[in-house]
Antibody, heavy 120, light 111 residues
C-alpha cells in the first residue's frame, strides 16, 4: 500500500535552514506529482509547494524564494529545502501524493504522518 | 478561495450534522463531469483522513453515515447519525488546480 514518511523536522533558529524529506513506497513515484502541506499549531491546512512528475514546481506566495521543492526518483523521495526560516513557518509539514499520474486521475490523495518544524 | 460554514457545530448523538463548503470558482471539470472536491476529517495529533473525493465518492472503509453532495461551487458534507468518534475538525479541499486550497475547517462537537 501507499506509504509516505516525512523526516528532517526539528528546532531551528530564525533565519536558519532545514531540509525535509518524504520517502515513499507502494506506487510508481516517478509518475506522480507530490505536494507539501503545512499546519501551524492550532490552525488550518495550508498548501506550500508542488513538484510535478516532470520536475516543474509551484509555491505558495508565503514561501516563494525561500523554499525549494525537489525530487530524486531513484530514491522515491521528495524534498523541501527551507531557508530564511521565520517564526510563522512553525508547523507540522505533510507530504502528499497527487491523485493524478502521467495518464489518469483517481481523485485519491495520500498523506504522510507529518514532521514538526519549530522556528524559535 | 474555499469557505466553510459554520466554523463550529454542536450536534447531539444520533442527530444529523451538515457542513457546507463554497468555492469562489467552479471545481467541476466539464470534460469528465467530475467535481474536484474532497472532504477530510482530522483528529488531534493525526494527519487529515480522506473521507470523500470527487465530491460524493466515499473512500473505502469510511462509514456510510458520511456522504458528500453538491456540484460546481457549492458542496455539503453530511453525517447522518453522529457518533462520538466523529468529533473532529472537517476540511474541504479543491484539487481542480494548484494550489490545492482548503477551507478554514469546521470543528464538530457533541451537544
Amino acid at each position: 500500500q501507499v506509504q509516505l514518511v516525512e523526516s528532517g523536522g526539528g528546532v531551528v533558529q530564525p533565519g536558519g535552514s532545514l531540509r525535509l524529506s518524504c520517502t515513499t513506497s507502494g506506487f510508481t513515484f516517478s509518475s506522480y506529482g507530490m505536494h507539501w502541506v503545512r499546519q501551524a499549531p492550532g490552525k488550518g491546512l495550508e498548501w506550500v509547494a508542488y513538484i510535478h512528475f516532470d520536475g516543474t514546481n509551484r509555491y505558495a506566495d508565503s514561501v516563494k524564494g525561500r523554499f525549494t521543492v525537489s525530487r530524486d526518483n531513484s530514491k522515491n523521495t521528495v524534498y523541501l529545502q527551507m531557508s530564511s526560516l521565520r517564526a510563522e513557518d512553525t508547523a507540522v509539514y505533510y507530504c502528499t501524493k497527487d491523485h493524478c499520474d502521467s495518464s489518469s486521475c483517481d481523485g485519491v490523495q495520500h498523506w504522510g504522518q507529518g514532521t514538526l518544524v519549530t522556528v524559535s | 478561495v474555499m469557505t466553510q460554514s459554520p466554523d463550529s457545530l454542536a450536534v447531539s448523538l444520533g442527530e444529523r450534522a451538515t457542513i457546507d463548503c463554497k468555492s469562489s470558482q467552479t471545481v467541476l471539470y466539464s470534460s469528465n463531469n467530475k467535481n474536484y472536491l474532497a472532504w477530510y476529517q482530522q483528529k488531534p495529533g493525526q494527519p487529515p483522513k480522506l473521507l470523500i473525493y470527487w465530491a460524493s465518492t466515499r473512500k473505502s472503509g469510511v462509514p456510510d453515515r458520511f456522504s458528500g453532495s453538491g456540484s460546481g461551487t457549492d458542496f455539503t458534507l453530511t453525517i447522518s447519525s453522529l457518533q462520538a468518534e466523529d468529533v473532529a475538525v472537517y476540511y474541504c479541499q479543491q484539487y481542480y488546480r494548484t494550489p490545492y486550497t482548503f477551507g478554514q475547517g469546521t470543528k464538530l462537537e457533541i451537544k
